[in-house]
C-alpha cells in the first residue's frame, strides 16, 4: 500500500479508459491495484483484482483522514462469502499486508489483529483491530462496511475502512457506492 509495501506487486497507476467508465479517483487521492492472489496474502484462493483508494492523510498519524479508505476486489470467482468466511479472509488479509510492511522490525504479533463481520441490512458491518506497521506499530479500530454484488460469474465486494469519528466517511460511502462491476480498471 502506498508502495512501501516493496513486496507487493503493484501495478502501473494510469487510468484505462474514460473517467466515467472506471472507478473514480477523487481528485488528490492516491491508487493502487493488485493481483490476485496477493504476495502479502497468497492464502487468499481468490483471482482478480483490489482497486485500493486513499485519501490524503491516510498514513499521517493523527490527521483526519488517518486509516480511512474504501476498495474493492473484482474477483473472478463468485466469492458468496458469508461473515465469519469474510472476517477469516480480512483477518488473513491485514496479517499478511501489515507483516509484510513490517518486515525484519518484528514490531508484530499478526494474532494481535482481528476482524469480525456481522449481517447487516445493506451488507456487512465490519471492524478490523490492526497494528499500524507503517508507522509507529500503534494499534487503530477501524469500523466500516462490506458489500458483495454479482457480476456474472465474479462478484465485486466494496469495502470502506475509517477510524469511528472519521469525517470522511461519507465521501467513503458515495465513493463505494459509485464502484460496479462493468467499470474499466484504473491501472
Not at 17 to 31: A, E, L, N, Y
Not at 67 to 91: H, I, K
Request: hydrophobic share 45%; charged share 20%.
Amino acid at each position: 500500500m502506498l508502495a512501501k509495501l516493496a513486496s507487493a506487486t503493484i501495478l502501473v497507476t494510469v487510468a484505462c479508459g474514460s473517467p466515467q467508465s472506471s472507478w473514480r479517483v477523487p481528485d488528490g487521492w492516491k491508487h493502487e491495484l493488485f493481483r490476485f492472489p496477493l504476495e502479502f496474502a497468497p492464502t487468499l484462493t481468490h483471482t482478480g483484482l483490489e482497486e485500493v483508494r486513499f485519501p490524503p492523510g491516510f498514513l499521517t498519524a493523527g490527521a483526519a483522514n488517518h486509516w480511512s479508505y474504501a476498495f474493492v476486489w473484482r474477483l473472478d470467482d463468485p466469492a458468496p462469502l458469508d461473515p465469519a468466511a469474510l472476517a477469516t479472509e480480512l483477518q488473513l488479509y491485514f496479517r499478511g499486508l501489515l507483516t509484510s510492511v513490517d518486515g525484519d522490525k518484528h514490531r508484530l504479533d499478526p494474532t494481535q489483529i482481528t476482524a469480525t463481520a456481522t449481517a447487516g441490512p445493506d451488507g456487512l458491518a465490519i471492524t478490523v483491530h490492526l497494528i499500524d506497521t507503517f508507522l509507529d506499530a500503534t494499534p487503530v479500530d477501524l469500523v466500516g462496511t462490506a458489500k458483495r454484488t454479482s457480476c456474472g460469474k465474479g462478484a465485486l465486494w466494496t469495502f470502506v475502512l475509517a477510524p469511528a469519528a472519521s469525517p470522511i466517511r461519507p465521501a467513503l460511502d458515495e465513493l463505494a457506492a459509485s464502484a460496479k462491476c462493468e467499470q474499466a480498471v484504473v491501472h
